[in-house]
């Protein structure tokens, strides 16, 4: 009965942050951010409100916002890896990636077993050119989640890179075995290219075609290696 209806602040304050969170699910950043915000001015006490703010401030490239609100919630609770992973993202995107280096390695000291933060972390070194500490990054990710092509497809990239067109090829074959995705095989092509393998190559286009027919770039692909 509506005279039995008591005013609960947490519930209201949990309702916009639901609301932001619908409005950020479709891409309605500025909408996210008002909502998230009436969440935070009922209870500042709340990490996920800041994080999800910061999310949003993220996603609308507004970097200083979005770091402001990530060191917000992990101020309110700094044992959460996400948070830390979150704010590392934004300073890789940025291009400080010492800062971005920090916050990973703080995210993996939380958890030594969340994928991505490798991944993400790998993807730092590799942008300052410790390819070697990259390998390892990545190594780590597929490790911990190897039915994953988005990791081995990232490994297969840094082993072509550093010539190791072997263990590339490996990646890249259990790249296929989970998702037929047009652009594994065109890679496995311009290595065979490399390798001075033009069968190979013309077989991995082949393969490729056998999926996406109407492929132009796999055809255009196709063309340059008949004329090799």
Partial sequence: MAGNYVYNKDDEADDYNERGISYFNVTQYPDAVKEFTKAINLIKTDPDYYINRALAYYSMHMYNEAIKDCKSAIALSADRGDYHNTLGSIYDDMNRFDDALAEFDAAIKIEDDVPDYYYNRGNVYWRKGDKDLALEDYNKAVYLNSADPVFLYKRSQIYTEMEKYEDALGDLDDCIKLARNPEYYKDEANIYIKMGNKEKALQAVDNA?????????????KSRIEKM
Avoid: A, Q, V
Wanted: proline fraction near 8%; aromatic fraction near 0%.
């Fill in 209 to 221: 075609l056998k999926n996406s027919p109407e492929n132009i770039s796999l055809k255009e692909l």
